[in-house]
T-cell receptor
């Protein structure tokens, strides 16, 4: 069965609203999770590293005030797209790092469409 | 910076055909190389990996060999099945961490019966 649960799988919202995406580790506790974004016909791009109990680490060019990451427990990280605009429409994917070995487990992704 | 270039899709094959999806990379140092697969409605899953030059990763009939001289990691399968229909991503990690990955754009493979 799935190791990572990501919800919702798709969401449509109006411009200016905020959208929250959840990423849950179902089988183990994870201190580190990752958030990626994929535009059509482009590569998955790492946006940020989510660290339980501390601030997320953002990649260069990613606005931390726009993409709020909260990793308040060892099994849940959330990504909130604040004041979404059409250019934020994209496919967002989370991944979870297994603590016992160098293996990543991925969520099934969230397709965000901002009207 | 690091980058991965993989063959543009979509790729459509008949069952039992031979598959090659090309992947080349640029990276500093000695990266680890990966192929991930995403089946419809599911998350990416690690298909195979190689951590040093001339290593061959293999799984489920798929193979890829780490070629340092050509900076390539092409994915091959001798006889594809309908169940292999998915999106395939080539990726690398460098800097000593297998967690921070640089991905290619993905290649959609459709296998027809």
């Amino acid at each position: 069965g799935a190791v990572v649960s990501q919800h919702p799988s798709w969401v449509i919202c109006k411009s200016g609203t905020s959208v929250k995406i959840e990423c849950r580790s179902l089988d183990f506790q994870a201190t580190t999770m990752f958030w990626y974004r994929q535009f059509p016909k482009q590569s998955l791009m790492l946006m940020a590293t989510s660290n339980e109990g501390s601030k997320a680490t953002y990649e260069q060019g990613v606005e931390k005030d726009k993409f709020l990451i909260n990793h308040a427990s060892l099994t849940l990280s959330t990504l909130t797209v604040t004041s979404a605009h059409p250019e934020d429409s994209s496919f967002y994917i989370c991944s979870v790092a297994h603590p016992a070995g160098e293996k990543l487990f991925f969520g099934s992704g969230t397709q965000l469409s901002v009207l | 910076g690091d980058s991965v270039t993989q063959m543009e899709g979509p790729v459509t094959l008949s069952e039992e055909a031979f598959l090659t999806i090309n992947c080349t990379y640029t990276a500093t140092g000695y990266p680890s190389l990966f192929w991930y697969v995403q089946y419809p409605g599911e998350g990416l899953q690690l298909l195979l990996k190689a951590t040093k030059a001339d290593d061959k990763g293999s799984n489920k009939g798929f193979e890829a060999t780490y070629r340092k001289e050509t900076t390539s990691f092409h994915l091959e399968k001798g006889s594809v099945q309908v169940s292999d229909s998915a999106v395939y991503f080539c990726a690398l990690s460098s800097g000593g961490s297998n967690y921070k990955l640089t991905f290619g754009k993905g290649t959609l493979l459709t296998v027809n019966p």
